[in-house]
């Protein structure tokens, strides 16, 4: 009987370790079947999330930011222990104990399922095996992939430790709103740092891993407290907050920036304009899209944040002045259905959703707003942000008498004579205050628009490059479709001081005399008769005259004198062109450029003829802070010399290449002066210090330019419709431009100064006739007197003149009389001589493409 009770428990004892046995071989198997070709868990110890890139301006403050995942990457240490332990309590209370994987928390989240019937539970999942899930296998609900998460778990705890796999956890998780990681949550949902939260903010966080979109702090605000309070509970039970802690923690309400409780951190960061757009746009070809939204590169941008205001407000200043002229009202083509008027709740929550622009302050904030009501002979507006008062916000008759509207079949109406005529109710227009001169207070509202026409503006240091304000256009929410960096345009007369730096590289003088007089061309597509803007022409004159009067066919023999071939050498030295077309036509600006390209080229006319090159950021530098790119790379021979005297400079070398001759761009230079003293910018352009610079007005105005410098500013602005059509009469650089560039450098000039224009070494100044060519005696003064300034050693030759070899028909005159009465002058022999008669230039222009 003993023999047998001994053999069935034998047997059972075999059967069972058998099975044991079996089981184990089978897990084994299991294990080593999808432990094969497992995805490398030890390059997580090199890992690098994903974080945001961040521009600063030079002051060091934040203006703006991109990311694909809005990260903000936090080392272990710097987290908060609060914040670790409310996400260890939340999701894996035994994570410092476990390895990798906790069977007992498996079997307590399954009996705290069952409890709560699959609410406010721990995940079944350890931290490091939700590291794995995140980092290696992806989300997918499959058993082969929970075993797969296991065992790469319990490698990675013998690869990293405890606390480098929870900085993994906490830097890589979605916790809602485009927030990854903790750092960047406690920013979207509190507008708070780590170290600024309270126990019931972290726990707040840490209910959100687990599914944000169900706990979202306004649609599911009594579930998300409920988890809160959950978490809180499970911080109290573990010992991490005390019980006094957990009781009042539990009682504190749910509040978030979601919920208007907080200002979001986005209000600390100016709107996006096109600066920093241009930068995100620079530097994703330069470094790759992909490292620029996920590198957490932080970019020193060369910005002065008031420059970058006054820029826009005289562009769009500019910009509205031509469009009231034009009177014609476009309105944001925008309305809002009847159904949403009938409450102010309703057209609130409608106007919200309009996409128009907010950007926009011009004598003003302008603020989107709605026509709610249209009466006899005004009409009652709803503006957004702006209470309701009693009798309402009205558009009164007067202030759309300037405008008409544009019918349905493309013509134009009459003129408005009452708001009616422009207005319709459900319409969304903007709108700002107006107010009085003498003190600010408020007159009424008044309609206003994104004018049709648009324009670019950009200024620069001339020196270093640094680009100081761009804008590139009327509204980046508008339209981000930046004008100063991304269209191409014709810069017509703007174009013509490369004509002239390659002739006085060539040997001409500012008193080189050219023929001003018709010129026929035989083209492909027929005969070519170029004029100038005044429809006039004015015979023999010298170079000086020529541009600062922007002569056209003076220009075009210059060029057929000195070769296209060399002028495109010269226009692509300076970077206006890649490849320049050497046709005629393309010396008075007829091939597109930008103005990036302008500006730039002219503040090497500025600073002497040194190579510069344009950069909107200073300095770029990796998460680590590691200095990955630096613009400015001349060397200060002595900035660490602590014994340089005080008020004393530091040295420092420039080993920039010198595109033009130094006494070239001198002269060039101050006949560009003239274009402003007296020139086709006279009336418009009148700075405190000397300012150079060069109108450019296209074929039938289609674009019109300004480009303009002091001695250490540089900066362009250009006006035109998107698709190229003409401007209408009266439009030249000189009075669309001028007054953008003038309202600008004001600002600039009260900044940054300015000075004399450094005269280079080398050279030597002779009085001449700035309108016949003739030397004058040294004391020569009155308005026609000019001292120029000739290289030594170069004796000029006098009285030779240039006319490039056209032949003319025979029915053309040689000038035009424009004047009959000749002028007396003192030669440089001391006699007196009479040159001929001065001309009539005719009204301001600036020449252009004919």
Known sequence: MLRFILSFFGAIFTAVTLALAAVALSIGAIFFVYGRDLPSHESLAQYTPPTISRIYSGEGHIIDEFAQERRLFMPADEIPDLVKQAFISAEDKNFYTHKGYDARGMVAAAIDAVKTRGRDVRGASTITQQVMKNFLLGGERKAERKIKEIILATRLEETLSKDKILELYLNEIFLGQNSYGVAAAAQTYFNKTLGELAPHEAAFLASLPKAPSDYHPVRRKERLIQRRNFVLREMAENGYITQAAYDSEVQMPLRSVQNGDFESFKTALPPRDYFTDEIRRQLSVDFGEEQFFSGGMTVRATIEPEMQVDAALALRRGLEKYDRGRGIWNGTGKTIPAEALVSEASWREALAEVNVPRDIVLNGRWSPAVVLEVGKTDARIGIEAVDEDEDGHWIPAKDVQWARKRLKNGKLGNKARVAGDLLEVGEVVLVRTMTADNDGSFIRWTLRQVPEVQGGFMAMDVNTGRVIAMQGGFSYQHSVFNRATQAQRQPGSSFKPFVYASALDSGYTPATIVIDAPIEVNTPQGLWRPRNSSNKFYGPTPLRTGIEQSRNLMTIRLAQEVGMDVIADYAERFGVYDNMGQFLANSLGSEETTLFKMVAAYAMFANGGERVEPTLVDRVQDRYGKTIYRHDKRECVDCGDASIAAGASPVIISNRERVMNAITAYQLTSMMKGVVDRGTAKGTVNLSVPVAGKTGTTNEARDVWFVGFTSNIVAGCYIGFDQPRPLGKGAYGGSMCGPVFQEFMEKATAK????????????????????????????????????????????????????????????????????????????????????GPKASFGSVSSGGLY
């Open 752 to 835: 940054y100064g300015g000075g004399p224009f450094r005269v280079p070494p080398g050279g030597h100044f002779i009085k001449i006739d700035r309108f016949t060519g003739a030397r004058l005696s040294d004391d020569a003064d009155g308005e026609n007197v000019v001292a120029e300034y000739f290289r030594d050693g170069e004796e000029p030759v006098f009285g030779i003149t240039f006319d490039g070899g056209f032949a003319m028909g025979s029915n053309l005159p040689l000038f035009d009389d424009v004047g009959t009465a000749g002028r007396e002058v003192t030669t440089s022999t001391g006699k007196k001589a009479v040159v």
